[in-house]
């Protein structure tokens, strides 16, 4: 027996789909712009069609024998015993929505297809792909953390997502390390997402800039049009010797440390995968990382703190998903 | 039938001890002062006498058939699995001992006694106890904080301790929230234990009160000397409608708030149970700490927070370490 499954990374841009095999991983994959103007009905129809295709395909070399049905990670609140999605901040009209019952109706009385669908946040789902095909196979119990635009986190205990009671965990993000400092995201001062959010750690390194009285070669990168300053030119002008980016990344890593800290520190957690466009900075960020989780940590929690860079980039989601259905 | 157990409490300066019944609660209750003189084997040979007299006294109305054995609530990371107990700090001598077996041989050999030893550190225990016998009946999942010299943690998720993979889980007092600020405890800056143990309580009161330009009742309360200024004075004084003392409690329970939102972020726990000392203070601490848990929380994590008095005082240990044996 070899299952497979299809597994959906549904975004409020795109829609990434895959055929995962259990032992393979991805064996087809497709992509596709999110339909956002039609409403949750519009994407349960673009979902069906998009699975219906990849399912018709994958059956040419795959059982359907051995099929173990739709696995999806979706942008908000998920409840996942009742498979419903709950205000996707990125998908506009979106309230509480039984996304998994409408998606199994819609396959059955549009594409004539019965399958059992599975949900899980998309955070929840990257780290689960990165707990069953990537860097958190070797960890028994893990965080994972993405750093992009925001701060994303999903808990790995005992192999399985911790959902928490509510199902809202593992949002990392939103933990307070300076309640008394001047950043706010989303209404809440000092959390980890206000200081190291990409916007957070571009603000801060054009602050620095500007207060050096050295010429950083960060400038002549972005052209000296700061408002075009990426993490991306941060990370070059750092490999380059640039002092003011290496203080940058210096900062952000430190501050990652902390919030790590307090993981290890609430729920002895000691291994952590950091994934995200701004973690692949590398050691840039991981060694000042690593260093501040050791100071900010009691020694007795010292042994085994691992932190390691995510393997599945933007494909733990879809790698996640469907393996929600092998569970 | 009907179970029954020894708990033990064991602290640096008393070991507080008690024949729990499962279903009744405390039958006979006993406290020594702890012979830390003497190092682990005098603690050992000290422990299995207070033990065997507990055990002859309510054998005479408890089956001995329905011995469920004894449970150890200690000051120090326990490795559960192992029975180890690792450097307490309040028992100088000690590294890392096998205090279940060693107890286990003593009252063997020292009181004819064959019984099944638990062991958890303290603030499990004290966690556990409220969750079997407390405030934490009504809970499935809860964190437990106690208020003290120090600030505790035990984190009970599904009716169980959770305790991570190395047995360090619940160091709540050791989360970061203000990692950039001037108050350190145990050398790490801006902890949760840094700005509300019982010490930066009275501290914080002081200074408030020498930057307040009238006239506090806590001075008359202390007799104007302030290294005698304790939480009860405070707690007087704000009754009385003291301006200073009712902002001391402001903050320190706005402090406290901050720290548990990391944990309903983090962990999707929204029930917290909190005792110690501090907390007899009552809506003095718990409405602050209720607003600012709020203010510092997503509105999606809001529904269902809670924060209730613990309910067993300091007898929480016993009950926990009793109901270990019963588990």
Not at 80 to 102: C, H, K, M, V
Not at 185 to 209: C, D, F, N, W, Y
């Amino acid at each position: 027996m070899s299952r497979w499954a299809i597994g959906i990374d549904l975004g409020g841009t795109a829609i990434k789909a895959a055929a995962v095999g259990e032992e393979r991983g991805i064996v087809i994959s497709s992509s596709n712009l999110t339909d956002t103007a039609s409403g949750p009905a519009g994407i349960v129809r673009q979902l069906a069609a998009i699975i219906a295709d990849l399912y018709r395909s994958a059956s040419l070399t795959n059982e359907p024998g051995d099929f173990a049905g739709v696995g999806l990670g979706v942008p908000g609140a998920v409840n996942a015993e009742q498979g419903t999605l709950s205000y996707p901040p990125n998908l506009p009209g979106w309230t509480i929505f039984p996304l998994r019952d409408e998606l199994q109706l819609c396959l059955k009385e549009q594409e004539a297809l019965s399958m059992t669908a599975f949900l899980d946040n998309d955070a929840n789902a990257a780290a689960f792909g990165e707990a069953v095909y990537g860097a958190g196979r070797q960890f028994r119990d893990f965080l994972m953390v993405t750093l992009g635009t925001g701060v994303g986190g999903g808990i790995v205990l005992n192999r399985k997502i911790y959902r928490g009671a509510n199902g809202t965990a593992g949002e990392v993000g939103f933990m307070i390390i300076d309640f008394e400092g001047s950043s706010v995201h989303a209404g809440i001062r000092g959390t980890l997402e206000s200081l190291v959010g990409k916007k957070q750690m571009v603000e801060l390194a054009r602050r620095m800039i500007e207060a050096s009285p050295s010429d950083s070669s960060v400038g002549i990168l972005c052209g000296h049009d700061y408002t075009r300053l990426s993490p991306r030119h941060l990370e070059r002008a750092a490999l380059e010797g640039d002092e003011v980016s290496l203080a940058v990344w210096q900062r952000v890593g430190s501050i990652l440390g902390v919030g790590l800290a307090n993981v290890a520190a609430l729920m002895d957690i000691r291994k952590f995968v950091i994934g995200g466009g701004i973690s692949a900075a590398g050691s840039l960020i991981f060694e000042p990382a690593l260093a501040q989780l050791k100071m900010s940590t009691l020694p007795s929690m010292h042994e085994g703190l691992e932190l390691v860079p995510a393997l599945l980039g933007n494909k733990a989601g879809i790698h996640g998903a469907a393996a929600l259905c092998f569970g």
